[in-house]
């Protein structure tokens, strides 16, 4: 295994303690609630679009560490972003967490995300980071369905 | 004081030989599953090896053997929970299973719109879901005795919630969320006097404690045999004899129909009549070798050392500051729960398997609890006989290492 410290970084602890964007939006164009039935971590995610552009997003809920940290460094990435930008995102994102361990990491365009590739080694843990993510992409395809993770 | 060997304990399981991410393997999630010891293990393995044949079937030797060693097994199963009649104990895959042919072979065909069926607050979720999808079958109604801040069901409003509407009331032993050991036979004795049936979900009380369907006063009482060192996808229903000859089958198949085979001159209607198919039989011989093995130890001396475990863990961690201990129960077994500051239990979990420690993290299957003392998931250690005062000061060391990371 590799060293937790890789898990848990200070980036990843410095969004679960003081998590950016926390809180419901108002003026929320589209939103979305995930749920991971394993941990029973419950998130909600709020985006407010303005034609093609994310202008705003916001998570609330609680969770892990991973998932906590996830959704808010994904409310960071994606605010000013357009939507084809968030889902190209994602697919990088989703890629690098779920990629089998004995490939180099392909971080790639993932920024700040970059922290969370480490859980690829973690895979229990794999849905805690990719929770945040299926619910953005619930919340902006607007199905009704909780997200879940099982 | 223990009266068990641990070390010589440790070497019969050959899982402990494990080391975990370099470290040597501290499990502590035995309410989830215990290990198993070898000689469990091997009589698998002998069963195989030697005499596997259907059982119940052929007149040849081999099945003569398997099915003379199924029977055994459930006669250990009697004598192991003091049940009158080996026809009072139905092999089942498990407590879900034994919980599930409870509510739909008995409780299915007699609730009426208006009955009620009454659980506790810190019931496991498989002695809470059969039940709701009775109610909703039948029109009958799921009452919840409330249980306080320490995690114990309350005396007066478990009694005010039973009535002559009472038909079936169902509750687990000991939580296995919290550790919390339930009154049985005194709320069995309630129980009854309003003619209710009484349901046990004994999977965290048979690993323990000895256990006695008479003493407790109860209907019906289910268990698992993965919890108390015998393999997975085997358990045990003791069910009071004339209520099983009075339910309807709940599986139709081979083995329940009586003109089909050889022994059952031995056995009338029950327990074949709900055990369609061909068994679990390696996993009844397992059971059965485990309860033998338990008995030696001792069940009374096992319930001492973990006490004595139970009380060393419960005030190493509530030691720690900022460790919250979920729950105080008056009288506690097996397990204790907990959660460390603000770190989510799964992020404890990660990290004490980094240091070769095995917990569970997350809700146990018993979600209202974790509602009632608002968390989302806790830490848990369970413990088993091969667990020593050692283990737990490794987890003591490891909670300190979660905190460090989290500082």
């Not at chain 2, 108390?228 to 083995?255: K, V």
Request: aromatic share 6%; net charge negative; charged share 20%.
């Amino acid at each position: 295994m590799s060293d937790l410290r890789e898990l848990y970084q200070e980036v990843i602890l410095d969004h679960t303690k003081r998590p950016r964007n926390f809180g419901t939006l108002e003026h929320a164009t589209h939103r979305a609630q995930g749920h991971n039935p394993l941990c029973g971590d419950q998130l909600a995610l709020f985006v407010e679009v303005e034609g093609d552009r994310l202008r705003d997003v916001s998570f609330a809920g609680r969770g892990c560490a991973i998932s906590t940290a996830s959704a808010s460094l994904l409310t960071e990435a994606l605010k000013g972003k357009t939507t084809a930008e968030a889902h190209a995102l994602f697919e990088r994102f989703h890629a690098a967490v779920t990629s089998s361990s004995d490939q180099p990491i392909d971080v790639a365009g993932l920024g700040k995300l970059a922290v969370l590739a480490g859980v690829r080694e973690f895979p229990m843990r794999v849905k805690c980071a990719s929770l945040a993510w299926h619910t953005l992409e619930a919340a902006l395809a607007r199905r009704a369905e909780p997200v879940s993770t099982e | 004081m223990s009266a068990l060997d641990v070390e010589a304990l440790r070497k019969q399981f050959p899982i402990l030989a494990r080391r975990i991410h370099g470290k040597p393997l501290v499990y502590l999630d035995s309410a989830a599953s215990s290990q198993k010891p070898a000689c469990v293990i091997e009589a698998i393995a002998d069963y195989y090896g030697r005499y596997h044949s259907n059982v119940h079937r052929g007149v040849h030797t081999l099945s003569e053997e398997a099915t003379a060693a199924y029977e055994h097994a459930r006669a250990k199963v009697r004598d192991f929970v003091r049940a009158q009649s080996s026809r009072e104990i139905v092999f089942v895959r498990g407590t879900t299973e034994a919980i599930n042919l409870v509510s739909q072979a008995w409780a299915r065909p007699r609730l009426r719109p208006g009955d009620e069926v009454l659980v506790t607050e810190l019931e496991h979720h498989s002695n809470i879901v059969p039940w709701q999808i009775v109610c909703e079958q039948t029109g009958a109604k799921l009452v919840v005795a409330p249980i306080d801040e320490r995690g114990d069901v309350i005396p007066q409003e478990y009694a005010r919630r039973l009535g002559e509407r009472t038909r079936v009331v169902a509750l687990a032993h000991v939580s296995n969320a919290l550790g919390s050991v339930l009154p049985v036979a005194e709320f069995a004795r309630q129980a009854k006097s309003v003619g209710a049936l009484v349901v046990v979900d004994g999977a965290q009380g048979v690993p323990h404690m000895p256990v006695d369907v008479g003493a407790l006063g109860c209907d019906f009482y289910a268990f698992s045999g993965h919890k108390m060192y015998a393999p997975t996808g085997i358990g045990a229903l003791f069910g009071r004899l004339e209520l099983l000859d009075a339910m309807e089958p709940w599986q139709g198949g081979g083995s329940m129909i009586r003109s089909v085979s050889f022994a059952k001159t031995t056995f009338a209607s029950s327990p074949e009549r709900f055990e369609a198919g061909t068994p679990n039989i390696e996993g009844a011989i397992g059971l059965g070798v485990a309860i033998e093995w338990l008995e030696r130890l001792d069940l009374s001396a096992v319930h001492a050392h973990e006490a004595d475990l139970i009380a060393y863990a419960t005030a190493s961690l509530s030691a720690i500051p900022g460790v919250r201990l979920i729950g105080d129960p008056r009288e506690r077994a097996g397990a204790v729960s907990f959660v460390v500051g603000d770190v989510h239990a799964h992020d404890v979990g990660t990290i004490l398997d980094g240091e070769g420690i095995a917990i569970r993290a997350g809700h146990h299957c018993a979600q209202p609890v974790m509602d009632h003392f608002d968390v989302p998931a806790t830490a848990r250690a369970s413990f088993a006989v091969h667990n020593g005062r050692d283990d737990v000061d490794l987890l003591v060391a490891g909670v300190r290492r979660v905190q460090e990371i989290f500082a």
